[in-house]
Each structure stands twice: as structure tokens, then as C-alpha cells.
């Protein structure tokens, strides 16, 4: 995830409606929500911090606010500040915390005893009744709200992926296994799309794609395939890798810190679906690969078009002229790439609850020290990459700053909870959709989560945007109805992955396809049954999620 790319044709602009970007549909959000807190009845639950746990609603525990002479209510001006104040609180605000109570009414207590469960050795976890959050403020006292941490670990990664690709090495590596594999298409298509998909589920790999369709579309065609094997290679390999998320940043980590849980939790779940989905994915683009070049009349793509560069040439090319040989430098900057990812992998893996006697081995990181690992990172690369201090420094601040509108839609989403949350109404709406939930089953839950956030990926063009957006309301869901809020994560990042592997608003789809000379419709009727297999297999993961909570995340 990098910069926005819209790569350009020559085909002629054409009038019309254009999808807004992911800016302004966030401030209308904002705005509608503004509103509604004129409306919408203000009211909250009664909390309850189980084993000293972050506070969660207790079931059934909604009551209206009553506003009275030691309970004003916000005025307009109030209302209006916060309005104002949005983007700042959503970027560092401060809540204040809750507080326990200090003697809770046995009904209370047993609700909160209800709602915290017993362990596996049938004991009571200890619950505590706590008051509602306060309200979020920049000069409040209490714990940062905001999204301050996520927002500064997204410019880290955004500098440590920009200074990766400016050494070249990313690159090299990609040129190298192509020309390896030039003369066995199959092998050659599984660790193309092995490649991709790991850059999809560690870092959300997309706009860092577009500069491949170059090299790969023609070489596919040479070796007997079409323009859209080549095409799919890329883009089905690095989707379904996001769709199957383990530690991608922009998407399990941003959700994960909205929902208030480790980016660890359940990716036991999402290593199996990386697994799983990522071969169904490559034996289907194989299947059409090896029908194409048995009979190229079945091919999807027009024979007529010109693919932009011969592919007899492209081969030869491919055969005759070795690659560059990849330098010393280049092959420790993969290692060093490599190596990044699987420390942030391991360092957020919640291993205690896997075994207990693993606790050693749980370093319990999270995003400040994440950050300062992609951080301290970009410099060792740019160091071994020989980038020289110059442009070292200029790589890091370079990609910083593609990052940085990634950021702020965090900060920009995080700030429509902040004004629901002042205006008590973020409880009331929880509740309106307690009743539903609560009588569902857990496997049912989950699905649900999945197909309602379908929908959202599409209102919402940003999986980071769409998770700071809906996590609020619906990771607490997941408490009402018995699921885990990773399992809630995961229904998120399934549906945002599932969406941009197909939607036009998609400068990553469209330019993709510019680039192959693939029509977009075509690309559709490819992937269709694809996209049906996917969805099943993620309503199946959903509820083995949920079946099996070592998987999908213990429920707090």
C-alpha cells in the first residue's frame, strides 16, 4: 500500500459521475453522524472490566441518559467544537477512563459476574464494575484515544517499504525468479503468486504491483498463455493474499486497534485461510492457464489485441538477455526485508495462549513498538542498500509521505467515533442492535459481520478508513453475541479483500487492467466463480473461527 496510482491511456476522458475518494465520503459520514447526535437519544451501558480487561458493555445493562442540573447536556456550541475538533481528537485525544465502582448493587455485580463467564477450570474470572468512559478531549486527562500510534507506525512502514524499493532489490529478486522460470509457465505462475500473496497478507502489497504487468503480461503470452493469465498472476495473487490478512497493517492492524485487541489475536485463523485460500487461488488461475494453452480459442482475451509488445520477443528476450546479477547488497536487503516481517509476525503472536509454558517466548509487541521496528529498519536497509545518507534520509521521508493519506484517514475516521462517543450516543446504538445479535448463534454472527462489511467496502474505498469507521460499533457486538472481537476483525478484512478484488473504484483494479490491456468485463466473467468460491470457503472459515476459539480468538 503505497501511493495512489491512476495510470493514464489514451482513450479519451469521458463526462460523467466519478466515485469520490475515500476523503470525502468520510467527511460526509462525519457530518451525517454530527447530525444525527441532535437525534438519536442519548444513553450508555454499565461496564465491566473482567481480570482486570479493557471495559466492555454488560448485556442488557441500557439505560436512557436523564439530563438534569448535575447532568447538562452538550450545547450546540459544544457539539459544534467537537465537530471542529474531530480530526485533531481522532489523531490524539484523550478519554477519560473509567473508574471503578466502588460499591455496585448486587444486580449489577451479578451481571457484570454473567458477563465476564468462568474460566476453563470452571472459576469465576473476577469482574469489576466500572463506569462508561468519559468524554474525549485534546486537554482531557486520562488515556490517548486517538489514533496517534497507528498513525505513526503507518508513515514507519510507508518509509521502510519506499527505502526497500528504492535499493532496487525488491525488484531484482522479482527479475530474477522470471527469468529462472521462464520455460515452465505453471512453476513459474505458483511462485509468482506465492510472492504476491505474502506481500498481500504482511503489508497489503497493491500499488507496488503496477510496475510488474510491464515485465510479466508479456512474458505469460510468450509462453503460450493470455493477457489475462499474466494480468491474474499479479492481481488475484496480491488480493487474495490481503483478503487473507495476517499482520497486514492496513487492515488486521488498524481494525485490531479499534476493536482494542493484539493484532495476534486469531491469526491462527488467518494463517489458515492465507493457506487455504491462496492455493484455491492459484489452482484456479492454473486451471484457466492450462485450458488457454491446450485451446488459446478459449481464451477470455480477443486474440486480435495487440498485447503492446510481441510476444515472441517478449520470450526471447526473456531467454536470451540474463538479468542484471543481483548484488551482494541487494540479496541482504531481502534477507534483512524478509526478516522484518517475520519478527513483527512472531512479536505479535499471543503465544502464552496457545501453551502456557510459551510465555517466554510472548514479546507482547504493539504498534509503538512495531513502529520503531520498521523505523530502525528503514535505516539498516538503506544502510546495506547503499543508499548513502542523502538518499536514505530522502527515501524515509519520501515514503512517509505517500503514507501519509493513509494516516490521516485513520485519524479522519477515528474522529467520527470521537464525536459519537461525547455525544452518548455510540451506546444507543449498540443497543438497537443488541436484540438482533444476542439471539444469533455464534457462527451466524460471524458470517453476518462478514456480508454487512461487504457492503461497507464499497461506501467506504479505504480498508484502513472502513476499519477505524466500524469497529467501534462492531467489535462490541461481538461481546453481546459470544464471539471474539478477532473473529469480528476477521469478518472485516475477509469482506475489504473480497470487495477490492473486483471493484471498478479501484485505481489498483482498473490500472491493472489498463496496463495488461485486459477489459474490465472480461476480467469480471473470470473471476466470477472465483469470487463465489471465495465467499464460501470465508462463511466456512467463520464458522470454524467461532467453533474453535484456539483459531479464531478467545472471547474476553
Known amino acids: 500500500m503505497a501511493t495512489d496510482v491512476s495510470p493514464t491511456t489514451d482513450a479519451p476522458k469521458k463526462k460523467g459521475f466519478t466515485f469520490p475518494s475515500a476523503y470525502t465520503i468520510l467527511f460526509f459520514v462525519l457530518l451525517a453522524v454530527w447530525g444525527l447526535t441532535f437525534v438519536i437519544k442519548p444513553g450508555a451501558y ?113 518509509a521502510f517499504i519506499t527505502v526497500t524499493m528504492r535499493t532496487g532489490a525488491l525488484d531484482a529478486g522479482i527479475e530474477r525468479v522470471t527469468h529462472r522460470f521462464r520455460s515452465n509457465g505453471a512453476v513459474l505462475i505458483v511462485i509468482l503468486m506465492v510472492i504476491f500473496s505474502l506481500g498481500g497478507t504482511t ?27 499474466g494480468a491474474v498472476t499479479i492481481m488475484v495473487g496480491a488480493g487474495v493474499g490481503t483478503l487473507a490478512s495476517t499482520v497486514n497493517p492496513f487492515a488486521t492492524g488498524v481494525a485490531s486497534d479499534a476493536a482494542g485487541i493484539g493484532v495476534g489475536d486469531g491469526i491462527g485463523l488467518r494463517i489458515l485461510m492465507y493457506l487455504v485460500l491462496t492455493t484455491v487461488a492459484i489452482l484456479y488461475v492454473l486451471r484457466y492457464a492450462r485450458k488457454v494453452k491446450k485451446d488459446p480459442a478459449t481464451s477470455l482475451v480477443a486474440a486480435q489485441e495487440d498485447p503492446g509488445q510481441s510476444a515472441v520477443e517478449a520470450l526471447d528476450e526473456a531467454a536470451t538477455k540474463e538479468p542484471e546479477p543481483m548484488t551482494g547488497r541487494q540479496k541482504a536487503v531481502l534477507w534483512v526485508f524478509a526478516g522484518t516481517f517475520l519478527l513483527m509476525i512472531f512479536s505479535v503472536i499471543p503465544w502464552n495462549e496457545f501453551n502456557e509454558s510459551w510465555q517466554a517466548w510472548t514479546l507482547g509487541w504493539y504498534f509503538p513498538e512495531l513502529a520503531a521496528l520498521f523505523l530502525v529498519a528503514s535505516i539498516v536497509v538503506g544502510l546495506i542498500g547503499g543508499l548513502g545518507e542523502e538518499g536514505m534520509v530522502q527515501g524515509i521521508i519520501g515514503g512517509m509521505g505517500d503514507f501519509i493519506g493513509a ?150
Open 46 to 158: 454499565e461496564y465491566v472490566s473482567c481480570d482486570g480487561g479493557k471495559p466492555k458493555p454488560v448485556p442488557g445493562s441500557y439505560t436512557e441518559i436523564t439530563y438534569g442540573p448535575d447532568n447538562p447536556d452538550r450545547s450546540f456550541v459544544e457539539k459544534a467544537k467537537d465537530l471542529w475538533l474531530s480530526p485533531v481528537n481522532g489523531l490524539y485525544g484523550i478519554r477519560v477512563p473509567s473508574e471503578p465502582v466502588a460499591k455496585p448493587d448486587s444486580a449489577a455485580q451479578a451481571a457484570a459476574d454473567k458477563a465476564c463467564g468462568t474460566d476453563a477450570a470452571g472459576k469465576q474470572v473476577p469482574a469489576e464494575v466500572v463506569t462508561a468512559p468519559g468524554a474525549t478531549g485534546p486537554y482531557e486527562s486520562g488515556d490517548l484515544f486517538g489514533a496517534a500510534a497507528v498513525f505513526f507506525f503507518v508513515l514507519c512502514i510507508g
Open 407 to 556: 494516516a490521516f484517514i485513520i485519524a479522519l475516521a477515528r474522529g467520527v467515533t470521537v464525536v459519537m462517543n461525547n455525544a452518548d450516543i455510540t451506546d444507543t446504538v449498540l443497543h438497537a442492535l443488541e436484540g438482533v445479535v444476542s439471539s444469533l448463534a455464534g457462527g451466524v454472527f460471524a458470517i453476518m459481520m462478514f456480508v454487512v462489511n461487504i457492503p461497507l467496502a464499497f461506501l467506504v474505498p479505504s480498508s484502513s478508513g472502513q476499519a477505524t469507521l466500524a469497529m467501534p460499533i462492531m467489535a462490541p457486538l461481538g461481546d453481546f453475541a459470544g464471539v471474539s472481537r478477532a473473529m469480528v476483525v476477521t469478518a472485516y478484512q475477509s469482506a475489504s479483500g473480497w470487495v477490492n478484488l473486483f471493484t471498478p473504484t479501484s485505481a489498483i483494479v482498473m490500472g491493472g487492467l489498463a496496463l495488461a490491456k485486459v477489459r474490465y468485463d472480461r476480467y469480471l466473467r473470470f473471476l466470477a466463480p472465483l469470487l463465489v468460491i471465495l465467499f464460501v470457503l470465508v462463511c466456512l472459515f467463520m464458522l470454524l473461527g467461532v467453533a474453535v476459539p484456539a483459531l479464531g480468538g478467545q472471547v474476553e
Open 203 to 229: 503489508y497489503g502489497m497493491a500499488e507496488e504491483t503496477l510496475g510488474f504487468y510491464a515485465l510479466l503480461v508479456p512474458i505469460m503470452v510468450g509462453l503460450g498463455f493470455d493477457r489475462m493469465v
